[in-house]
């Protein structure tokens, strides 16, 4: 039952691989940082497999970046309800990612379409 404070997270370390990876499917050159758009697929992981889960349609993201995310350390997203409209079926979030020493790299908002939205 979904409920507001309730959150999920991952944690996931992006090797220079996966820069070359990305950047072969982006048409990008590789950095030496993780690109954002590779923190944003953290949240889209988190919002359609754990929280809401399956059947969960993006309507809104925002993101701010505050510092660059670095290769080969854990970065933890974590995305947690901050309100609920169950009869819109609406789900309000705030996401986050950090560094393994809590470093704040990102913070936003997601706002999804869900099934079994609880009051």
Not at 28 to 51: K, M, N, R
Not at 68 to 84: C, F, K, Y
Not at 85 to 105: F, N, Y
């Amino acid at each position: 039952m979904m409920h507001v404070g309730k959150f999920t997270e991952t944690t996931r370390s992006y090797s220079r691989d996966d820069l070359a990876a990305f950047a072969a499917l982006s048409g990008g050159a590789p950095g030496t940082q993780v690109p954002e758009p590779l923190i944003g697929a953290l949240f889209s992981y988190l919002l359609g497999v754990h929280l809401p889960g399956s059947g969960t349609n993006y309507l809104k993201q925002e993101m701010r970046f505050l510092a660059p995310a670095p290769l080969d350390q854990p970065l933890t997203a974590r995305v947690e309800i901050t309100r609920l409209r169950p009869e819109k079926h609406l789900v309000d979030l705030a996401t986050t990612c950090r560094t393994a020493d809590g470093r704040l790299i990102c913070e936003g908002r997601a706002l999804v379409l869900a099934r079994d939205v609880g009051a």
